[in-house]
């Protein structure tokens, strides 16, 4: 027998770095405005981790999507493989030229695509996608808060949101 609603225990396990995160501030902050010395230095340092816990954990919470959709990812040693009922395929992360997202698929899709492969359309509600973010956070030069951004607009056609090599002119904006 529970005593938390399901949805309640949905979304704590959907916010639960930042709920650690937001404990170990307040930790710390009550170790530092108490009696002080060592106690209030070892506060500084639990205080900060917990912030920084706390913001990675708010990104992760709004990269996980609800529901469970088509599909298992696995994520072993660098290599992203997807499982589906109708396609799949592994990518290696080191060999990933294009990240795309494309919400004209229901669900949307992450789009992965490397040089001489067909590219692997994984759902972004797919058991163990939310893995994807650890490594799609990896890639450089990729901006998180727009990633997070795209992923939770509603726009009509696919957008890339990231590319190793770009396809653009220098200067000229991705958007």
């Given at each position: 027998?529970?005593?938390?609603?399901?949805?309640?225990?949905?979304?704590?396990?959907?916010?639960?770095?930042?709920?650690?995160?937001?404990?170990?501030?307040?930790?710390?902050?009550?170790?530092?405005?108490?009696?002080?010395?060592?106690?209030?230095?070892?506060?500084?340092?639990?205080?900060?981790?917990?912030?920084?816990?706390?913001?990675?954990?708010?990104?992760?919470?709004?990269?996980?999507?609800?529901?469970?959709?088509?599909?298992?990812?696995?994520?072993?040693?660098?290599?992203?493989?997807?499982?589906?009922?109708?396609?799949?395929?592994?990518?290696?992360?080191?060999?990933?030229?294009?990240?795309?997202?494309?919400?004209?698929?229901?669900?949307?899709?992450?789009?992965?695509?490397?040089?001489g492969?067909?590219?692997?359309?994984i759902?972004?509600?797919?058991e163990?996608?939310?893995?994807?973010?650890?490594?799609f956070?990896?890639?450089?030069?990729?901006?998180?808060?727009?990633?997070?951004?795209?992923?939770?607009?509603?726009?009509?056609?696919?957008?890339?949101?990231?590319?190793?090599?770009?396809?653009?002119?220098?200067?000229?904006?991705?958007?």
């Amino acid at each position: 027998m529970s005593f938390i609603r399901p949805e309640a225990q949905d979304a704590m396990i959907r916010w639960r770095e930042s709920l650690i995160g937001g404990a170990l501030i307040a930790v710390g902050v009550f170790w530092i405005t108490g009696p002080g010395g060592l106690l209030g230095l070892v506060g500084w340092v639990v205080a900060l981790a917990g912030l920084a816990l706390a913001v990675v954990g708010f990104q992760r919470a709004r990269f996980r999507m609800q529901g469970q959709g088509p599909g298992v990812v696995q994520i072993d040693e660098g290599q992203i493989t997807y499982f589906g009922p109708l396609s799949g395929g592994a990518i290696a992360t080191a060999e990933l030229d294009r990240l795309t997202l494309d919400p004209t698929a229901k669900p949307a899709h992450w789009v992965l695509s490397q040089v001489g492969q067909p590219p692997i359309s994984i759902p972004v509600n797919a058991e163990g996608a939310d893995a994807l973010f650890d490594v799609f956070s990896a890639l450089p030069g990729l901006r998180t808060e727009r990633m997070l951004a795209e992923l939770h607009n509603s726009t009509a056609h696919p957008v890339v949101i990231w590319e190793r090599v770009p396809s653009r002119p220098e200067g000229h904006r991705l958007h």
